[in-house]
């Protein structure tokens, strides 16, 4: 069962997201309130998943993205945000990861798993 | 009726709710007045009150249950058969208690005013008080005893000083025992308290009894308490009110003995079904006794004769159903007579020989052995030959086998038997020589306080309970049927109701043949017919069963009548028959008699008869010392002279009242005569005294000499009239042959004697046929003396020369009766109205059904009918459309040719042209080939068709892939490639031939590939275009400087959107401004706009960051106005551009804690001490051609303070459809979200925004760009 860590500061997505990785079958490890407090799950738990918010106090999800890119590049990451422009998707192109657009649907997220697995 | 409260109830209990709340309490039967069984078995007592109260508190269902004595109830809670012992002090370490329940006082007796010393004697019955008596009294000496009765004994003898136990259980057995002896009595510092109590394993037991218990009025306690141990009027006047009739040593004698009673089988007399349970007449006067007395009974069933010689061998105490005789008064102790029975002689139909006991003289009379009336019989009938039988059955069948010429039995009980067992062959003849004996409970004399108590127990049974017993057996031996009293069938007419279905089936079979036959009907047209004989079925059985009902309810008010009637005749009768026993009290009296000789020797010596008068007053008032109500007398010769009155006005005088003289007349011939009040004719007096006269008869001669005529005021007689009553307004009323009222009305005033029995100068029905001297009854209603519709029953009393009536009116008779048949026939008038709507429904629907039905196979006929001419003609036809379609298709542009897939069988002329050949023939020989595929380009791309695809031929796959699919090909003709588009079809009635078009597309696919070239640069251009608006929307982080949380949501419908939001930090690091804009449209003409508001926006904060002014949004909104206007040269109202947008600006001061607003067309909603607030914005929008350049906006200031939210959003997200109806998510929804979740952080609130949203949306289609902001102080 592949583990995953969510990164949001909202209890309600991070409650939501957790149920649709929980249907699809998938073990959620832990989950964090804000950039910081993800990337040190993160290291700890070495999740298989991790999604992350971009609006995040402390360090933002673009930011968190990136530390954790540095830490371990093969590690797969869902970009989960209401807030999608261009600059956002290039960056998470960039940088190898997927983003889906909130308000998150579990075919969205099934979508992302696919993809990011090929 | 019966019957539908039985199912009510049924389907009631069926819905009840569940009973599972439910806890058992161990019970002590004999700790009264605590806890005891009452005479009818329940538990009852003080603590059983308050365990019932609990009951009621609690909603627990309690259930007491008795055990022999204190200690099996403890062991019964401590082996946990039962939750709750009801009452004890706690002593064991098993036990757990509740809260105190009660106190009880230790006491020491003594009897009144005796001085103790110190060597006191104290008794006691437990070992715990004496105890504590040595205790209190060190010296003491303790004697034990067994029980109260012994201490008592001995306490009274002097032989102990004191006894020492608990206050309440003493001073019921005292008072109990009818102990007169007063007692001083000293309080023991020690109580005893009484705690309901369980093993401790159930211990959550006892919190729920406390809880409960705590509740209960504390009031409520003190009272039950009061009105069982009630000090001032003596203890437990409850428990002995029930018994007040009886005294104490009777109630202890009834508690502590079990009777047997003897019981034959002598229905409905007396009989037992089970052989247990006691039944019949006497039956049930046997338990209401014992209902009333608590008498404890054991049933002994046999023969009479068995029984009686049991009796008298005192193995049986009592029998209920016995006729007095002198020879039995010998052995046995008679209750009062309580139930007359008449006798009858019963003989075979054909005798006509017997007509009284005379007539028996010399013949053979069988009687049940043991018989009452045989002494009597034998006495008075020497002559008649007595044959004693076993029983009713062996009497019977001696006279139905010839053996014997009459039995003697009592008519109840031998009418009972001949109608229950359908005994043919018999008829009865009234025995007039004997009057109706009565029947007595006989006791045994060892007893005599069982017999007091059956007397006293009689008298307790009131008249209307008497009414009710005899009602049930007596009229038409009701209790016989009793177990089957009102059947279904007697409602409900099953033998006709079968019989009229039978009919209804049988016409229905024979119309549906005859129909079917005749009409060719089908099973649905005939649904109507058969639910209309269905209901006309109903109806009548409807009909039938309230008219059986309506009989049921007249048999019941008859049986009433009847009763009512013949209790009261029989009450008259036992009354009149006692007066005159009294009566003969004088004339029998030897002495008396020779002075009434002499009397009646000088009767006309007037003289001589008022010297004796004060000798006959003397015998007059002794026995008016005796007799209650005899006021006056008179002693008539007879001839009529008054020899000695009440009245000395009389004396001397011949009497000559007809009245008076028809009753002396009937008394001298009979023995005996009653005289009823009556009213002279002529001279209207009212003689209201009634008279027993009584005759005396000469010792030698045996010849009447003198009549004695005891006077009596007719009070008791009014008041046995008075007391049957049927309903409300029922009366039983007596009647003299005058048809004058001698008891008093009910309805009318001053009635004694003074109203006729007429209405409209008519007799009444009753009174018409009783002066005929004929009984009956009448429940089809006749209208009484008052004019009211009544039923009635009546009876000629010959004794007393009266009628007895009894009466009821129709209309509560059958009160309840119509309000059933009303109910019963609006509920099946509505059931017929509503079938027969139905039905009409069905019938029009399936008429409507049948007409196009008709309608569609008069057009199939017509169709068949023509098919083979249209067939002809279009054979002529198509020769001539063959013609025809070849010279369409050579006029058609595209190429179509028809093949079996592999060879061309014939072409167009287009197909000509195009492979410029000039037939089949040609083609096949310039390009060699039979099949135009061989012409397909197989070197080009996947999507065009090729010789064979998927393994089938190209014609084949384009048929079987259809016309959803574009087929193309491209045919190489001298170098220069044809794209074609190809459709395919199978040609109808040729299986192998397939049609195929073939349209030339050349052109188009070279415009498509050109467009799509271009689309694609557009859409590369559209997506820069998104990365160029997309740098537009602000870095979300600089939010966080100036306010604690937030959220903002932004979201184009398409790549670019004309919604926008901006945010500027101004010239110092207090000041920001929030712009949320949703341009004109959306996707790229709204993203132009964007970029234009963006520019201006720019501009703007550029000027503010170098002034000093105070920022104003709606000094914003108005410069972007006008500029927009200006720009987008909408100035004039030709132009034809028209943009602009609504929109919302936030200026942020953190230092001075302000926020100005000023809106075009958008509002800001923000919430304070959790209230939501509303600032509208103008209803203006900004730099439209028709908007006004000088427009000033309104500007909005809030005081901010920590824990405000703002939300600013665009029509995006307010307008988007969804829900069930597809409307507007709208802002009272948007409001209610805001004040549900507001407290909640932005990034949560952000989440719920989204997702309602997304909910409500559902498969809507998004309408618009969506941007909603929300801001936290």
């Known amino acids: 069962m592949e583990k995953v860590l969510i990164v949001d500061d909202s209890r309600i997505s991070r409650n939501l997201i957790e149920k649709i990785f929980v249907e699809l079958d998938y073990e959620v490890v832990d989950k964090a309130v804000d950039g910081i407090d993800g990337f040190e799950k993160f290291k700890l738990l070495k999740p298989d998943f991790i999604t992350i918010d971009i609006e995040m106090p402390k360090l933002d999800g673009i930011g968190l993205m990136k530390l954790i890119k540095e830490y371990d590049n093969k590690v797969k990451v869902i970009i989960i945000s209401s807030t999608v422009n261009s600059q956002i998707i290039q960056e998470v192109i960039r940088l190898g990861a997927f983003v889906v657009k909130k308000p998150l649907k579990k075919e969205r997220l099934l979508n992302a798993i696919k993809l990011l697995d090929r | ?1273």
């Open chain 2, 1 to 1273: 009726m019966r019957y539908l409260f039985s199912m009510l109830f049924i389907i009631s209990s069926l819905f009840a709710s569940d009973i599972s709340k439910k806890v058992t309490v161990a019970i002590d039967p004999e700790y009264a007045p605590l806890t005891y069984k009452s005479f009818q078995g329940q538990a009852e007592g003080l603590i059983v009150e308050f365990w019932k109260e609990w009951s009621k508190q609690s909603g627990y269902e309690v259930e007491f249950k008795f055990f022999a004595n204190w200690d099996e109830g403890l062991e019964a809670v401590k082996n946990g058969d039962v939750v709750f012992h009801s009452g004890s002090s706690l002593d064991d370490d098993w036990m757990v208690g509740s809260q105190e329940l009660y106190k009880l006082n230790t006491v020491y007796y003594k009897i009144k005013d005796t001085k103790l010393d110190n060597n006191v004697i104290i008794g006691s019955i437990d070992q715990y008080y004496a105890t504590l008596a040595k205790i209190k009294f060190p010296n003491a000496k303790i004697v034990m005893y067994n029980e109260y009765t012994p201490m008592l004994k001995d306490i009274m003898a002097g032989k102990i000083d004191l006894f020492i136990d608990d206050e309440v259980a003493v001073d019921y057995f005292l008072l109990q025992n009818g102990v007169k002896v007063k007692f001083d009595k000293l309080k023991d510092k020690y109580t005893t308290n009484v705690y309901a109590l369980t093993n401790k394993k159930n211990k959550k037991y006892i919190e729920i009894f406390n809880k409960y218990f705590q509740r209960i009025d504390k009031s409520k306690l003190l009272s039950l308490e009061k009105n069982i141990l009630n000090t001032s009027t003596g203890y437990f006047s409850t428990i002995f009110e029930k018994h007040k009739f009886l005294t104490a040593k009777e109630l202890m004698w009834i508690k502590s003995h079990t009777i047997s009673v003897g019981v034959e089988q002598w229905q409905p007399v007396i009989y037992t079904n089970t052989g247990h349970d006691i039944d019949g007449i006497c039956g049930d006067f046997t338990k209401k006794i014992v209902e009333s007395t608590g008498l404890k009974i054991d049933v002994v069933t046999g023969k009479w004769d068995v029984l009686l010689r049991d009796f008298k061998d005192n193995k049986i105490d009592l029998l209920p159903a016995t006729y007095h005789t002198n020879e039995r008064a010998k052995f046995g102790l008679y209750s009062d007579g309580y139930f007359k029975m008449k006798d009858s002689l019963y003989v075979k139909t054909s005798n006509n020989n017997i007509n009284s006991l005379e007539d028996l003289n010399g013949k053979t009379l069988a009687i049940i052995k043991g018989y009452g009336t045989i002494t009597k019989l034998q006495n008075k009938f020497p002559k008649i030959k007595l044959v004693f039988t076993n029983d009713l059955d062996d009497s019977i069948n001696r006279v139905l086998n010839g053996r014997v010429d009459a039995f003697f039995e009592g008519e109840v009980a031998a009418n009972t038997k001949i109608r229950n067992e359908l005994i043919k062959g018999l008829k009865s003849v009234p025995v007039v020589s004997f009057k109706a004996p009565s029947l007595h409970y006989f006791s045994t004399m060892k007893e005599p306080i069982l017999n007091s108590i059956i007397q006293k127990a009689l008298k307790h049974i009131s008249y209307q309970q008497r009414t009710k017993i005899l009602s049930n057996w007596i009229v038409e031996n009701k209790k016989i049927q009793k177990n089957t009293n009102m059947s279904i069938s007697d409602i409900l007419p099953i033998k006709e109701s079968l019989s009229i279905l039978f009919v209804f089936l049988l016409i229905i079979y024979i119309l549906f043949k005859y129909l079917k036959k005749k009409e060719n009907i089908s099973l649905n047209s005939f649904i109507p017919i058969i639910v209309s004989i269905f209901l006309i079925f109903a109806v009548l059985i409807t009909v039938l069963a309230v008219r059986n009902l309506e009989t049921v309810q007249k048999r019941e008010v008859e049986s009433l009548l009847k009763a009512m009637v013949q209790v009261t005749n029989e009450a008259l009768l036992e009354w009149f028959s006692s007066q005159q026993f009294s009566s003969a009290y004088i004339v029998n009296n030897s002495s008396l008699l020779n002075d009434i000789k002499i009397l009646e020797e000088h009767r006309y010596d007037m003289k001589y008869l008022k010297s004796h008068q004060v000798m006959l007053d003397k015998y007059a008032k002794k026995m008016h010392q005796n007799f209650r109500n005899k006021r006056t007398y008179f002693i008539v010769s007879k001839d009529y002279i008054v020899l000695g009155s009440s009245d000395k006005s009389m004396i001397g005088k011949k009497v000559k009242n007809t009245y008076i003289l028809s009753a002396i007349n009937k008394a001298l011939l009979k023995g005996y005569s009653y005289l009823m009040p009556f009213k002279n004719a002529k001279n209207d007096k009212l003689y209201y005294n009634q008279y027993i006269m009584t005759a005396w008869n000469d010792n030698v001669t045996n010849e009447p000499i003198a009549i004695y005529a005891t006077g009596m005021k007719p009070k008791t007689m009014l008041d046995i009239a008075k007391k049957g009553r049927a309903g409300q307004s029922g009366e039983t009323y007596f009647v003299n042959k005058k048809a004058q009222f001698i008891s008093h009305s009910r309805f009318k005033n001053n009635s004694f004697l003074n109203i006729d029995l007429k209405y409209n100068g008519e007799y009444t029905k009753a009174v018409k046929v009783a002066l005929l001297k004929n009984n009956g009854v009448d429940v089809n209603g006749y209208l009484d003396y008052r004019g009211v519709s009544v039923f009635g029953s009546w009876v000629y009393n010959e004794e007393l020369d009266l009628i007895i009536i009894s009466e009821i009116d129709k209309n509560e008779a059958m009160n309840s009766f119509k309000n059933l048949k009303i109910t019963v026939y609006s509920v099946v008038i509505s059931i017929v109205l509503f079938t027969i709507l139905l039905m009409v429904f069905i019938v029009w629907y399936a008429n409507k059904n049948k007409k196009v039905l008709e309608k569609n196979n008069k057009e199939l006929e017509d169709l068949s009918i023509n098919l083979e001419i249209k067939v002809q003609d279009k054979t002529k036809d198509l020769s001539k459309q063959n013609e025809f379609i070849q010279a369409l298709l050579d006029s058609q542009e595209q190429i179509i040719l028809t093949t079996d897939g592999d060879i061309i069988k014939s072409v167009n002329e287009t197909f000509l042209e195009f492979f410029k050949v000039s037939s089949i023939k040609n083609f096949q020989e310039v390009y060699d080939a039979q099949c135009v595929c061989k012409t397909f380009n197989e070197e080009a791309s996947q999507e065009y068709l090729k010789t064979i695809m998927n393994g089938e031929s190209w014609i084949d796959y384009v048929i079987s892939k259809g016309p959803d699919l574009n087929h193309k090909v491209i045919i190489t003709i001298d170098d220069v490639d044809f794209t074609f588009s190809v459709t395919g079809t199978n040609l109808p009635g040729n299986n192998n031939l397939k049609l195929a078009v073939f349209t030339d597309i050349t052109e188009m696919e070279k415009a498509k590939l050109e467009v799509e070239a271009i689309n694609k640069h557009t859409k590369e251009s559209i997506e820069y275009a998104s990365l160029i608006q997309g740098a537009l929307i602000p870095n979300n982080n600089i939010f966080r400087k100036y306010f604690k949380e937030y959220f903002a949501i932004w979201h184009p419908k398409d790549l670019v959107g004309g919604d926008i939001y901006l945010f500027e930090e101004l010239r110092s690091d207090d000041e920001c401004l929030l712009m949320v804009i949703d341009c004109t449209g959306h996707g790229v003409p709204g993203a132009f706009v964007t970029m234009l508001v963006k520019a201006i926006e720019r501009q703007l904060t550029a000027k503010i960051n170098h002034s000093d002014e105070d920022v104003s949004p709606a000094k914003i909104l108005s410069i972007f106005n006008r500029s927009m206007k200006h720009l987008l040269k909408q100035e004039d109202a030709d132009s034809v551009s028209n943009a602009g947008f609504d929109g919302g600006i936030i200026y942020y001061n953190k230092k001075d804690s302000i926020i100005k607003y000023a809106g075009a067309e958008t509002p800001l909603f923000y919430t304070r001490d959790n209230e939501l607030k509303m600032i509208k914005g103008d209803r203006y929008s900004v730099g439209y051609k028709k908007c006004d350049a000088n427009y000033e906006y309104k500007e909005h200031i809030i005081e901010v303070k920590e824990g405000m939210n703002f939300y600013l959003t665009t029509d995006g997200y307010l307008d988007q459809n969804g829900g069930k109806k597809g409307f507007c998510f709208g802002k009272r929804r948007f409001k209610s979200l805001i004040e549900e979740y507001h407290m909640e952080t932005m990034a949560d609130q952000q989440e719920v925004f989204l997702n309602e949203l997304s909910e409500y949306q559902d498969d809507y289609e998004t309408n618009d760009d969506i941007t909603l902001i929300g801001l936290k102080i």
